[in-house]
């Protein structure tokens, strides 16, 4: 078996395991009916999904270290079928935060292996074709899941979707594609202590975070308010295909990203989403479906595209061996984003309305924006600094 056929296998199970992230979004709005709930609650059991992710990245890093990445995937696979069939068999919002929690246990633990165990498939010498590899199949799966159920919903509608089967047995062909993977981790003890590993923080991590931390709030607004907001005005139908094109089209904007320095890349993703949320609020507001639409296109070449792969390559570039623990401070941080502006948000729409909601999560983005590009200076020209923390 040639390297090319591990790589594809592991690429394979990333898109799976990320297509189970977002694969219930289209139902949102259903599941809410279903309990009567509102746009906060959704919100909220939205962003159980976090809950799972940082404790595994802030503690659990260097899992795969200890136990090996083969294992480490293989639970992050068995952990999207538990969630998807819980919610085949209870299609209820709180059935979805026990998923959510479920689903982000499994994609923490995938985030902080899948750069390091593709490096090492590939060898160690090509980290920027690993990365785009790793990118390039998140980056798909991201976006495939609500695209399959609004098409899956547009066939037939039901609360267990066609997307749904489709997602099991791709999982367990991956589970057996994976099982044939060789294991690559470093011997090591496997004690308690030794697994309990923080993650890795230096400039490069918490400045390329930085920028994913504000792309992917503005994809959490996306994937949980938006739909909420399509339903008030009776384009329920079509969340799945902004969804998927607020995250899967950032891939055709990979290649372009790939060939800037990590630095330009994500400095180019950042100037690109501003406006992108400016059409997109406005879309929002005046219940007008193409300018959402377009508004999600153009934020998924920032979040996606320039600033998701440019930062991944800068932190993998400046991590040293730490590479799967420096995923983890990265993907910690693009949760954070994922989750805190988005629940904030989402009681704001409760309390305050819709448009005041907007207007204050694009406060964020001018501010937070402001402080990355103004800090950009610290960067070398290849996009890396000193380190300031190896812990």
């Known amino acids: 078996m040639t390297n090319k056929k591990y790589n594809t296998y592991l690429a394979f199970a990333l898109c799976v395991i990320t297509t189970s992230v977002n694969i219930q979004g289209p139902l949102y709005a259903l599941y809410a009916s279903n309990d009567g709930y509102g746009v906060l609650a959704t919100t909220v059991a939205f962003s159980f999904y976090v809950l799972g992710v940082i404790p595994v990245l802030l503690a659990f890093g260097g899992l795969s270290d200890r136990i090996g990445r083969k294992k480490t995937i293989l639970i992050s696979l068995g952990l999207s079928i538990a969630a998807t069939a819980l919610m085949m068999v209870y299609p209820y ?147 799945g295909i902004s969804s998927m094109l607020a995250i899967s089209c950032g891939l055709l904007f990979q290649p372009m990203a790939q060939k800037l320095d990590p630095q330009t890349s994500s400095k180019l993703g950042i100037l690109i989403l501003l406006p992108a949320y400016a059409l997109l609020a406005w879309g929002a507001l005046h219940a007008n479906l193409p300018a959402i639409l377009l508004a999600a296109f153009l934020a998924s070449s920032s979040c996606y595209g320039f600033v998701y792969l440019g930062g991944l390559s800068g932190v993998t570039r400046s991590a040293g061996n730490e590479q799967a623990r420096a995923s983890a401070g990265y993907f910690l941080m693009a949760y954070m984003g994922f989750s805190v ?11 305050y309305g819709t448009t005041i909601a907007f207007y204050a999560f694009g406060l964020f983005l001018i501010l937070s924006a402001l402080i990355l590009l103004g800090s950009h200076s610290m960067l070398k020209p290849d996009g890396t600094l000193d380190h300031i923390s190896h812990n």
């Open 93 to 239: 919002t709180r059935a979805l935060a026990v998923a959510r929690f479920m689903l982000g246990v499994g994609t923490a633990l995938m985030a902080a292996t899948a750069t390091a165990y593709m490096i090492e498939l590939i060898g160690a010498s090509d980290t920027a074709r690993a990365t785009t590899w790793v990118t390039a199949s998140t980056t798909i799966g991201f976006g495939l899941g609500p695209a399959l159920t609004t098409v899956s919903l547009m066939v037939y509608e039901t609360q267990q979707p066609a997307s749904f089967f489709i997602l099991l047995a791709s999982a367990l062909l991956s589970i057996f594609l994976v099982w044939q993977l060789p294991e690559t981790a470093p011997k090591r003890a496997n004690t308690i202590k030794s697994m309990l590993k923080l993650p890795y923080f230096n400039k490069e991590v918490i400045w390329y975070g930085g920028g994913i931390l504000i792309c992917w709030a503005t994809t959490g607004l996306v994937l949980s308010i938006i739909p909420s907001v399509l339903a008030t005005h009776g384009l329920a139908k079509y969340a």
């Open 341 to 351: 502006p988005v629940i904030f948000t989402g009681l704001i729409v409760d309390q």
